[in-house]
């Protein structure tokens, strides 16, 4: 590809000046139809902070599970101080030196912090201590990340931010050489964010080393020796400190140059079929205004916790809002309810299939009509088969045997069963939140397909998403979320790839 | 709309294989318990020759209705991924009720009419109000009910039982059949059929299922889920009082301790007949076979001269045994479905599907 003669990273800049304490060779790994890793070489040295960006999706999450042991590679080769080495579970890495403090939840809400922090350490049935001993074993460690907490407190009475240094406190138990962090900051404030760098720039300065995985550009660029970039589940380059920049990066990230996309034309109407009008958001700092017309896309681009599915959610009627007004077609819809809401003519794709969306457990024809019964009236099988045929055939879904257990269905024809029982109840306003999460290449271009129709034929769709080419493929205009503020808003023309990076990582 | 009625002519040869579908879905989802059912049918049926008799049949349906009815009544909270425990309770009490009112002079049909609608009231208002609106756990509750409840026919008792030869009209209805058929079992038959019909054939039946399989996505879909979870138990009291007053008419008595631990005969009828414990999975039919094993069960090791004591023995082993034979075939199924997306082709549209790849530099 061209782009990479442009990138100002020059792998012989990154080699290692002392022996790799942790080598990870032509490292693969298939989800299903997914590859998510895909022959990832990377090598950490001592005392060496070596970041790990890229977007959503690019296998970065799937490589720190390799390294800390909780999945295992299809291929390829881990070596720790140059001898081979294969984790069957994070405790074979643990004993190897590797502990990570990642975004899974790996503490017990309702042992005391001394606990938590020494869970490592009491693994075996018949370990005995007392509450003294436990009390003196966590000290040094709590000290080390300056929790000046007590140690007795139950854990789960602690700040957000005391619950990442307890985590990195209990990574800390069993003496790691390499400690890997994933978006630990993303769950913090600024203060206690603080705080952990400064816990890892001493451990730096002892010889550990880290892997550093974050979405924040500045981040990357204030604590990292080294910058690694993952894209589509491959290595597409490294940069040294000196050739990182967040625009480097963020290019790098994306790795494609902007193309101009033909999305389906706003039909010339001053009428706007939703309206924002200061609408306060819970959890969102200030206030959201914007409108759509039918026929138009607005993009909502942000990461993960940026208030995206808040905003979505508040005009499901999932949410109240605490001020401000929204508008169909001109007439108030009464806040906070989600009745009110579908009554309007508003239907929303939740974000997560399988939590908030489907009926597992149940046939595609219950997953269809879902939401359409009414508690004291018949439901007829034949005619919950009828829609469910009449909205995949019009959406071209190419979904039969409604009968089967939606379980077994792809990821993405789950995703159009949810996309196709929003539809059946005619809305005029379609909420989607990251509608192409989890599905595959082909399924995603027949979503988009979907949604490029449904522009065509007038309706109005808000767009939640992290992902960059679906919003700028189907958004007119985009509006851009970072820790809970509204940070920008774009027109499609004006939103490059690069620059939405750049704003959603906190970049200004 | 006139494209819907297109869709479902031009589909024919859909509709015949739906049936076929369903009637093969019915045939694998309770290969499991009707295996052993037949397996009993025939062992009992070739070494008893007092067994395959119109009059045994007669006695296992009507000794078996009552906890027909409890089942299918539990079987409403199960499916919506909660439990009754305390139906046992409920139909003790009912009965005791039921013996009260007759006895101070009340005409059948009104108290029998008070009962019901008196525990299903009761039900919605404790267990279906602090489970479905305030969020307690299920088990807690109903375990609490189950106790208050037998606390209170023993206090109002005073231990003892109430009988009740007086009443010829009910004690008739209760041992009676109808062409060969007890009346026992026409009840029980109507509630499984009047259930089965409510469960598959109304938006509320529909809404049981949905809370089971998954709350979220029901509250998301604008489903009132602490009310749907509310009507659950208040179905489960109403068919309990129901089993209480048809025991009263069966044993021409009311007592503390009458149908006492029948939540558990019941609960394992529920399970064996392929509800899930989680919720959201099963059907009555299922309970019907469960019922049935059970039922069949006790009969043929009394006619054997088996000790009953084997009962329970039996009844646990098939119980462990078609949940854990499920579990397993669900999880190989879950690997094999895993393989099967791994093979999946991916589409030929992708290329021209999938904007802004890049040509454009």
């Known amino acids: 590809m061209s782009e990479l003669s442009t990138l100002p990273g020059d792998p012989s800049v990154s080699a290692l000046q002392s022996r790799p304490f942790l080598v990870a060779t032509v490292v693969s790994k298939r989800f299903g139809a997914v590859q998510a890793l895909n022959e990832v070489s990377l090598a950490v040295g001592p005392g060496e902070i070596v970041g790990l960006a890229g977007e959503n999706g690019s296998g970065k999450s799937t490589l720190a599970k390799i390294l800390t042991g909780l999945i295992r590679p299809d291929s390829g080769e881990l070596s720790v101080n ?77 700040r957000p931010g005391e619950h990442v240094l307890v985590e990195i406190g209990k990574s800390l138990a069993r003496d790691p050489r390499l400690l890997l962090m994933d978006e630990v900051t993303t769950r913090i404030g600024g203060r206690d964010a603080e705080r952990v760098f400064e816990i890892l720039l001493q451990l730096r300065s002892a010889g550990v080393s880290i892997v550093y995985i974050t979405h924040r550009l500045e981040e990357i660029l204030r604590l990292c020796d080294r910058t690694v970039v993952l894209r589509d589940g491959r290595l597409v380059g490294e940069m040294s400190r000196a050739q990182a920049s967040a ?92 009745t009110a809401a579908k009554r309007m003519g508003i239907s929303f794709v939740p974000e997560d299939r399988h939590k908030q969306g489907l009926l597992l457990e149940s046939s595609t024809r219950m997953n269809f009509s879902l939401g359409r019964w009414r508690a004291l009236r018949l439901v007829s099988r034949v005619q919950e088969t009828a829609m469910a045929r009449l909205y995949s055939h019009k959406f071209n879904m190419r979904l039969n045997e409604f009968e089967r257990k939606v379980s077994t269905l792809s990821g993405g024809n789950q995703q159009k069963v949810m996309i196709g029982r929003a539809l059946s109840s005619e809305p005029k306003i379609l909420l989607l939140d990251e509608p192409t999460r989890g599905v595959d290449v082909g399924a995603r271009a027949e979503v988009f397909e979907v949604i490029k129709e449904l522009l065509e034929s007038g309706m109005a769709i808000v767009l939640a998403s992290s992902d960059m080419v679906e919003l700028r493929a189907l958004s007119h205009s985009i509006i851009v979320l970072y820790d809970r503020h509204v940070v920008g808003a774009l027109t499609a023309e004006e939103a490059s790839e690069e620059r939405l990076s750049f704003m959603m990582s906190g970049g200004t | 709309m006139a494209e819907e009625t297109i869709h479902v002519e031009t589909a024919p040869g859909k509709q015949k294989n739906y049936a076929m579908n369903s009637l093969k879905g019915a045939m694998s989802t309770y290969r499991g318990v009707g295996a052993v059912l037949i397996l009993l049918l025939i062992v009992f049926g070739v070494t008893q020759s007092a067994f395959m008799t119109v009059s045994n049949f007669q006695n296992i349906v009507s000794s078996n209705a009552i906890l027909l009815v409890i089942a299918v009544g539990m079987t409403f909270p199960m499916l919506s991924g909660g439990f009754d425990l305390s139906v046992a309770g409920t139909d003790a009490l009912a009965g005791i009720l039921l013996s009260k009112l007759l006895l101070g002079g009340m005409p059948i049909p009104e108290a029998i009419a008070i009962t019901i609608v008196g525990a299903f009231v009761l039900g919605a208002l404790t267990n279906g109000l602090l489970i479905g609106y305030f969020g307690v756990n299920f ?52 509630v499984l059929v ?57 044993l021409a008595s009311s007592g503390p301790t009458t149908d006492s631990s029948i939540e558990l005969t019941g609960a394992a009828a529920v399970l064996i007949g392929g509800v899930a414990f989680g919720g959201g ?27 009953s004591y084997w009962q329970g023995i039996i009844t646990g082993i098939v119980l462990i045994a078609s949940v854990t ?36 530099s």
């Open chain 1, 82 to 158: 140059g001898q081979a080495v294969t984790f069957a579970n994070p405790g074979d890495a643990l004993e190897m030196g590797i502990a990570g403090v990642t975004q899974e939840v790996c503490v017990v809400p309702y042992l005391s912090v001394a606990e938590n922090v020494l869970l490592t350490r009491h693994r075996r049935f018949t370990s005995v201590y007392t509450l003294a001993q436990l009390e003196r074993d966590a000290k040094p460690l709590l000290d080390r990340v300056g929790l000046t907490c007590n140690p007795r407190a139950q854990f789960a009475s602690l």
């Open chain 2, 325 to 360: 034979v499920d579990r397993m075939r669900a999880r190989r199924a879950s690997s094999r479905k895993i393989k099967l997306a791994g093979e999946d082709p991916v589409p030929a549209i992708v290329e021209v599907a999938v904007p802004s790849t890049g040509e454009g």
């Open chain 2, 194 to 250: 009047l259930g089965i019909l409510v469960l598959r054939y109304t938006g509320f039946g529909r809404m049981v299922y949905s809370v089971g399989g998954n709350p979220e996505a029901a509250r998301l879909s604008g489903i009132s889920v602490a009310r749907v979870r509310l009507t659950t138990y208040a179905i489960s009291a109403g068919l309990a009082a129901l089993a209480g007053i048809l025991e009263v008419g069966r």
């Open chain 1, 247 to 338: 625009e480097s990066i963020s290019r790098m990230m994306v790795g494609r140059d902007a193309s101009p996309y033909q999305r389906p034309r706003v039909a010339e109407t001053h009428e706007n079929r939703l309206e924002l009008r200061n609408v306060r958001v819970p959890e969102i700092v200030g206030s959201v205004s914007f409108n759509v017309r039918p026929g138009e896309a607005v993009g909502l681009c942000g990461l993960v916790g940026s208030g995206r599915t808040e905003i979505l959610e508040t005009i499901a009627g999932i949410r109240k809002a605490q001020g401000g007004e929204i508008l169909v077609s001109g007439l108030p819809v009464k806040s906070g309810s989600l």
């Open chain 2, 281 to 307: 999975v099963g059907t009555l039919l299922g309970t019907f076979l469960g019922v049935a094993f059970l039922g069949v069960l006790q009969s043929g090791l009394l006619i054997s001269g088996i000790s």
């Open chain 2, 139 to 190: 088990f807690i509750v109903t375990l609490g009910t189950l106790t208050i409840t037998q606390g209170v026919a023993l206090q109002i008792t005073g231990g003892n039982d109430i009988t009740m030869y007086n009443e010829k009209w009910l004690l008739q209805l209760a041992n009676n059949n109808v062409f060969g058929f007890p009346v026992l079992g026409l009840v029980g038959l109507s």
